[in-house]
């Protein structure tokens, strides 16, 4: 049974994210029994450690959407990023009811990959649910899906044309950016399929068509990076394009061997980026692993 999951110790501000060792989960471990919550589960809730590996990812998560709510990507309760659970088929993800800038660790759900949909009522948001367990079902090599409403990537989903390489930063989605037909409210199991075909094997953007942005990584500051990116991309085409000023394209091979080099270099700073992200969390949201 899935349930949101409430803080029991904290953290003291300061200390070692890699020692905390005491974050204590008041919540069902990850059964089969994903089904809808009972009244005496939210009055007396099964206690449980969570195991190291899932207390790292607890951290990394909390870290995302307070970075994703920093970037101004909250859009109050709603949108959502998941990141798998180390070892279980099982994956992390917010209460619907809680804003980004709210979640800590301890405040995470867990829910399971091949569970029955959740809903609203079980404090789930039950797109947030198809979208990413479409994802991470299909892709073993993805551990975090981010998705957002932003403005321009709102704007970018209704673009006849899409995404197009008109700068050094947009060169790293070329040819490396899927498409997702709008289907309605992606609440329905049955797009799950669409969702992770549509994204394909190797890309780890999407723009939901007449919808949003996916973004997703091995890592959920990779998803995030990825992500702020992508909403700088749309940002800068959609400016140019209100301008009114003839655009440049550069050539297909350059577009090619840049969209390469980016991959080059961001194997190489990976760690570099990672680090700078903890730093800006400690500075903008010091509780957000407790």
């Known amino acids: 049974m899935a349930q949101p999951v409430r803080p029991h110790t904290r953290r003291a501000r300061g200390a070692p994210r890699e020692i905390e060792s005491s974050i204590k989960i008041d919540a069902h471990r990850c059964t089969d029994q994903n089904l809808r919550m009972e009244q005496s589960d939210l009055e007396a809730p099964a206690q449980s450690f969570c195991t190291q590996r899932e207390r ?9 959407y307070r970075l994703a709510s920093h970037y101004g990507w909250e859009p109050l309760i709603y949108n959502h990023i998941a ?3 180390p070892g279980e088929p099982c994956f992390l993800v917010k209460p619907h009811a809680l804003r980004f800038s709210e979640i800590t660790a301890s405040s995470l759900l867990k829910l399971r990959l091949d569970g029955k ?6 404090n789930v948001n039950t797109a947030a649910f198809v ?5 991470l079902n299909e892709r073993p090599d993805v551990n975090c899906t981010l998705h957002v409403h ?5 704007a970018m989903s209704a673009h006849a044309r899409g995404l197009l390489p008109l700068t050094q930063s947009a060169m790293r989605f070329y040819e490396r950016i899927s498409y997702h037909p709008f289907e309605g409210f992606a609440t329905e199991v049955e797009e799950r399929q669409a969702l992770a075909r549509d994204l394909g094997p190797r890309n780890k953007a999407m723009i939901l068509r007449n919808h949003g942005l996916l973004t997703c990584g091995a890592t959920a500051y990779e998803a995030v990076a990825t992500m702020r990116a992508l909403v700088q991309c749309c940002e800068t085409q959609l400016m140019l394009e209100a301008s009114g000023a003839e655009m440049v394209l ?3 091979a350059v577009c090619a061997r840049s969209a390469a080099q980016f991959e080059q270099i961001l194997l190489q700073t990976a760690g570099h980026e990672r680090a700078a992200y903890l730093r800006l969390l400690d500075e903008i949201a010091p509780g957000y692993a407790n």
């Open 150 to 154: 932003t403005v321009p990537g709102m």
């Open 56 to 64: 790292q990812s607890r951290i990394e998560l909390a870290g995302a």
């Open 83 to 85: 990141l798998r659970v």
């Open 250 to 252: 550069p050539e297909p």
């Open 131 to 135: 979208i990413h367990t479409a994802i």
């Open 117 to 122: 949909p959740m809903t609203f009522g079980e």
